[in-house]
C-alpha cells in the first residue's frame, strides 16, 4: 500500500509544520543523534519531532504505526527513491539511506563496503555492548549484587575500544575519509562519560580512541545534531 505522507496515523500526534521536507521522530540520544548528526552534516531540510523515551511516546499507537519495533529515531522521507515517500527506522538503515540519497558519507566501489563493514560494527558491537555496560554501572542494573554481568560488559567494552584504538592508531576516521560510521560511533563513545564508566574502561590509557572523539566532537553539525531535537 502506498505511503501517504498527509494521513500517516504519526502525523496525529506530530503533526509536520512542513511537509515537503524529511520528518525526523527522535530524541537525543547516542542512537537519536546519529540521524540528526548525519541529517546536518548533508545539509538536508528536514522537520525534528520530539518523541520521549517514555511509553506514552514510544508505544503509542501513533508512533507504532511508524515504527512497531516501538524505537527512535524513525524518519519520513516525503521525496524518497523514485519520488515516492518513504518511512524508515533503525538508526543504520536511516544513515545508509541518507547517504545513499545524497551520494555522500559513504564512498563508493570498495569504500562503501568499509563505511558498511564499521556501521555494523556499531550496530552489532560498540551501541549493544555499551548500552549494557551503561543499564549495569548507572540505571536499574546497578543495585544487582552478582558482578558477573557487569564484568562481562565491562570486559566486552575494554575489548571494543581497543579494536579502535588500533584501527585508529594511522588514520583520523574509522573507513578512511569522515562517513556515517564515524556518525555511528561517536556519539556511544560520548555517552561512556555519561554512563560513568570511562575509568573502569581504562580510557585514560588510550591515546587514538579520546582524540578521535575529540575530532568528531569538534565538528559544527556533530555539535548541533547532539542537542537535535531539544530536550526541553
Known amino acids: 500500500m502506498p505511503l501517504d505522507t498527509n494521513t500517516h496515523p504519526v502525523m496525529r500526534r506530530w503533526p509536520a509544520t512542513r511537509p515537503d521536507a524529511i520528518q525526523l ?8 543523534t546519529k540521524v540528526s548528526i548525519a541529517l546536518e552534516e548533508l545539509g538536508l531540510d528536514y522537520e525534528p519531532h ?3 523515551l517514555s511509553d506514552a511516546d514510544v508505544r503509542s499507537p501513533e508512533f507504532l504505526s511508524l515504527n512497531p519495533n516501538n524505537k527512535i529515531p524513525a524518519i519520513i522521507d516525503p521525496d524518497g527513491p523514485g519520488g515516492a515517500p518513504i518511512a524508515l527506522f533503525e538508526s543504520g538503515a536511516i544513515l545508509i539511506y541518507l547517504a545513499e540519497k545524497t551520494g555522500r558519507l559513504m564512498g563508493e566501489g570498495a569504500d562503501r563496503y568499509h563505511v558498511i563493514k564499521w556501521l555494523m560494527f556499531q550496530m552489532g558491537g560498540v551501541g549493544p555492548m555499551f548500552g549494557q555496560l551503561g543499564y549495569f554501572a548507572k540505571f536499574a542494573g546497578a543495585e544487582i549484587e552478582d558482578p558477573r554481568p557487569r564484568e562481562r560488559y565491562i570486559n566486552e567494552g575494554k575489548r571494543l575500544l581497543n579494536v579502535l584504538e588500533g584501527e585508529l592508531a594511522e588514520r583520523d576516521w574509522i573507513a578512511g575519509d569522515y562517513s556515517i560510521a564515524d556518525i555511528a560511533i561517536g556519539p556511544w563513545l560520548r555517552g ?3 554512563y560513568g564508566v570511562k575509568d573502569v574502561l581504562g580510557w585514560e590509557g588510550l591515546k587514538s580512541v579520546p582524540a578521535y572523539l575529540d575530532r568528531f566532537l569538534a565538528r559544527p553539525a556533530v555539535q548541533r545534531g547532539l542537542t537535535i531535537p531539544a530536550r526541553d
Open 50 to 52: 520530539k518523541v520521549t
Open 192 to 194: 561512556l562519560d555519561y
Open 25 to 32: 521522530y527522535s530524541f537525543p540520544t547516542q542512537n537519536g
